[in-house]
């Protein structure tokens, strides 16, 4: 096990332009979500809700990580995946909306995205529910002789499922390429690792099962996407599971509902003085890769890529009431009741 080092590569025109892409990327990923969370508190957005806020560096280092043919499976704060991994930000805004144009028709929603596309697999709002599919979509590979590595992503309150002793344990024993990744924001809801977790050092839980592992600071996307990429090499070169824990805060509550009472005012100061978005464009600033004007251009690039997806979700209808069960079932289920919702029990006059 080894704790990634922050050595930062020597500035160069290439790595300068790779750090304005991904000053991008995660800008795409903050306003997307703050947008998100205005739409919500508009009422034009139901359900669960998760935001990546926070968490912007992290998901970007990962997706620079893994390559077009890779599969990733995440939980259910998943907005910044699926963009990164490029879903088009339209489809995922109607997804939210629950929308005929998002990315699964509008009946999977925040907690769900998923697009075969991209391979990026769901999705999931059961903690540790994507672990058991991530390691079959790994052995899938493995069976086939491929050379495809499975990311699946999870937060630290994950690490304390059953499901995720029993997938660690399968992983090892069966040599599947799939990186596992911690992304600890420090808190499971409103508990924080230290009161949840006996061994608050997540990446050393793999000892237990003789897998390779690593600690990495979240809010630095090149110190995240190296230590992910030393990850995939080996499962994908090795046919070896590895864990990664990225480290980094939650700017908000744990959904967009929560105001996360719980949160002194300290500890929330403390998280935004790690602010990874802003860290990099002082970063860029400070190395003079980029003035603070260009800047405010990429802001408002984004800007305008968010508001388009708005519009396009806006003007996505509903899907059709009688299409409920659409997507259900495979093949045809014999005697299947096709019941919506307020219909009367058995048809009057029966
Ligand atoms: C099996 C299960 N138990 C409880 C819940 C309720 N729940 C939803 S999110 C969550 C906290 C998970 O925290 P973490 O894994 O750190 O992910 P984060 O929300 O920080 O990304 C809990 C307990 C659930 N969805 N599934
Ligand atoms: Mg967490």
């Known amino acids: 096990m080894a704790t990634t080092s922050r050595k930062r590569p020597a500035r160069s025109a290439k790595n ?7 000053y991008r990327q995660m800008l795409l990923v903050r306003r997307f979500e703050e947008r998100t969370a205005q739409a919500y508190t508009e009422a034009k957005i139901g359900g669960y809700c998760h935001l990546n806020l926070g968490e912007e560096a992290t998901v970007v280092g990962l997706m620079a990580a893994i390559e077009e ?21 339209g489809r995922v805004m109607a997804e939210l909306y629950g929308r005929q144009d998002g990315v699964s028709r509008g009946w999977g929603g925040s907690m769900h995205l998923f697009d075969t596309d991209v391979r990026q697999l769901g999705g999931y709002g059961i903690v540790g529910g994507q672990l058991p599919l991530a390691a079959g979509a790994a052995l ?23 499901a995720f002793h029993e997938t660690l344990n399968i992983a090892t024993l069966w040599d599947l390429p799939i990186v596992f990744v911690v992304v600890n924001n420090h808190l499971g809801m409103g508990t924080t690792v230290e009161m949840s977790s006996a061994e608050p050092e997540l990446y ?15 809010n630095d996307v090149v110190a ?19 864990l990664l824990e990225t480290v980094s805060g939650r700017l908000r509550g744990h959904s967009v509902v929560d105001p996360a009472a719980y949160r002194s005012k300290e ?13 990099l464009h002082d970063q860029l600033i400070a190395a003079k890769a ?13 800007h305008r890529i968010v508001k388009a997806a708005v519009e396009f979700a806006e003007k996505s209808p509903a899907p059709e009431v009688s299409s409920l069960f659409d997507y259900t079932y495979a093949s045809p ?17 029966a």
Do not use: W
């Open 204 to 218: 050393k839980r793999a000892a237990s099962y003789r897998m390779e592992s690593a600690r990495v600071d979240g």
């Open 16 to 22: 300068t332009e790779e750090l304005l892409g991904y």
């Open 290 to 302: 980029a003035d603070a004007d260009q800047l405010a251009e990429v802001d408002a690039d984004v």
């Open 69 to 89: 043919r890779d599969y990733l499976f995440t939980n259910y704060r998943d907005h910044g995946y699926a963009l990164i991994r490029g879903m088009d930000p």
């Open 267 to 279: 500890e929330v100061e403390a998280v935004r003085a790690q602010d990874p978005v802003a860290g």
């Open 140 to 162: 899938a590979v493995s069976y086939r002789d491929g050379d495809e590595v499975v990311m699946c992503q999870m937060g630290d309150g994950t690490t304390n499922i059953g």
């Open 333 to 349: 289920v014999p005697n299947d009741s096709r019941r919506l919702p307020a219909d009367p029990l058995f048809p009057v006059g």
């Open 224 to 242: 995240v996407r190296d230590a992910a990429k030393i990850a995939v090499e080996r499962a994908r070169k090795e046919q070896k599971p590895y």
